[in-house]
């Protein structure tokens, strides 16, 4: 892609942002505006908002990345983060609205009437934004640095400058405005590359995607490498190599001997037509049937898949960013309109990135040598239609890229900042203009400084922490009047113990082989129960300590929606 159509896509959809985040300025005033936009969203405003702030890079980049090299498996994700609306209407979202608060750890509090679950929720709300923001804002360096060669650094500090302009100016009703429209910019960006990336199939005879071989390159082919990696070859190849490989400088042919190799950043290896793709040592390397077979060439796969639909359809209830655009609707039947249509927009952008996956496997097979696969989306359009057309698609995607991390950014800020300003500072319009610092620098500064991991990855560990903290306490706490602050104590430290664990260990160097790895970086199959079998045991083991107003919370919960609640005491609205 040309730097110029790069550059020129990434500044107008940061003007665009600023611009709209701007105009939110004039029409927010009150604490209500900052944290729920006054609770005046309509559905389908709303939903847009949703879908554009759920569809995060681990959406717009990460799962045609892992479908590029893990295969069939991954289609689980698209379907367990739209199913997870599905739950998500059923059980939580017209509650979750009549209970009027304004972040989670509100509705903790009001649930339970305790301050020390409040306190643990806030700490859960912090800790899993921050880990939801990490990979947004490393893909941010990866678009910028596929986009216009710069530093990866330049992105993720150009994304989170721009998210601390709109929440600053405008909260959540100037963020909606964004989001919303920022939905419907990523839907384009995939919907019409990805016709023309057919089309340019179609007319190369609709290749398929091999037997029983790995991916070979199409023709000869001359692979870039931008950071030290070993690669695993299966089978000896001569290639030209400009560069170091294996500690040795080469500036000719080499043979490459089956086995693991270590290529030096900045080294230029020529690959013949025919060639098997040497993979990066952290991926797979699968035959077209292993790939487009589900549960196959894995271990576990069973555990690994059913782990990760757990994760997935439960932890979309658990995200705090999620959560508090249900406070933003008028009233709970608002709330249940808002979550059909967002099921409806998420369904129709997730037909999308499955595609660029697959073509990806055929036309940039060398993405699975240099490990970077969430670039498949950005690399497809160049490679596949080329010329001046190929560089305007490229500038799309690119734009839609950019969209994605910065409207999932911003809700994810406002979520966190929300409760930072509530829980640690003083609360009001100064705090929550001061959290969002907090809020967004210190993921920032992870960013930069923990190791790369595939963005789908990282978030399906959020997803796991969610699903093993919030879920439990959302659930019990809105169907079970049994539930007490020990339990919901118990559950929450018990759940976000465990998990958080396997993901700290997950990050920082990687499961381990065998089962135990298998059970760290797939977690929610076992702490998922345990958090609700640790908070039901627990609440039933102290009857005592069930909240002394837990009748009035539960009749605010479920009441229909003609009955109005003045200082706590229900009674028909005009009376």
Known sequence: MSTAYGLAAVSLVVAATVLIGTFGLRISRTTSDF????????????????????????????????????????????????????????LVSAPLRRSGAYTLPDFAEARLESMAVRRVTSVLVVLIGWLYLMPQLQSAGLVLRTAAGTPVWVGAVLVAVVVTINVLSGGMRSITMVQAFQYWLKLTALAVPVLFLLIAWRYDAAPGLGGDTPPVFAERTTVS????????????????????????EHAGPLTLTA???????????????????????????????????PLAGREYPMYATYSLILATFLGTMGLPHVLVRFYTNPDGRAARRTTVLVLILLGAFYLLPALYGALGRIYTPELLMTGRTDAVVLTLPGRLVGGTLGDL???????????????????????????????????GVRSFRAATLLALFVPLGLALAARALAVADVVGLAFALAASTFCPLLVLGIWWRRLTVAGALAGLVAGGGLAGTAVVWTIVGGPPGGPAGALLAQPAAWTVPAAFAV?????????????????????????????????????????
């Open 225 to 248: 490498v931008g950071a030290d990696i070993t690669v695993r070859v299966v089978a000896p190849v001569t290639v030209d190599v400009h560069g170091r490989v294996d500690g040795a």
């Open 393 to 427: 698609l490229s500038a799309l995607v690119t734009a839609g890229a950019v969209a994605a991390f910065l409207s999932t950014s911003s809700g994810l800020t406002v979520s966190v900042a929300g409760v930072i300003a509530q829980d640690i500072l003083h609360g």
């Open 259 to 293: 086995g693991e190799h270590a290529i030096a950043r900045d080294t230029a290896v020529t690959f013949p037509a025919g060639a098997a793709v040497p993979h990066v040592s952290e991926l797979p390397v699968r035959t077209g049937t292993e790939w487009s077979q």
């Open 35 to 90: 944290y729920v936009a006054s609770r005046t969203v309509s559905p389908l405003r709303n939903a847009s908002a949703i879908g554009g702030e759920y569809l995060s890079a681990a959406s717009f980049l990460g799962v045609a990345g892992l479908i590029l090299a893990y295969g069939a498996d991954m289609l689980w994700l698209p379907v367990g983060w739209t199913g997870g609306y599905l739950v998500l209407l059923v």
């Open 535 to 575: 908070m039901i045991l627990v609440s039933l083991a102290t009857p005592r300590s069930v909240p002394a107003g837990v009748a009035r919370t539960m009749v605010r919960l479920h009441a229909p929606e003609t009955l109005a609640v003045d200082r706590g005491a229900w009674r028909p609205k005009g009376v």
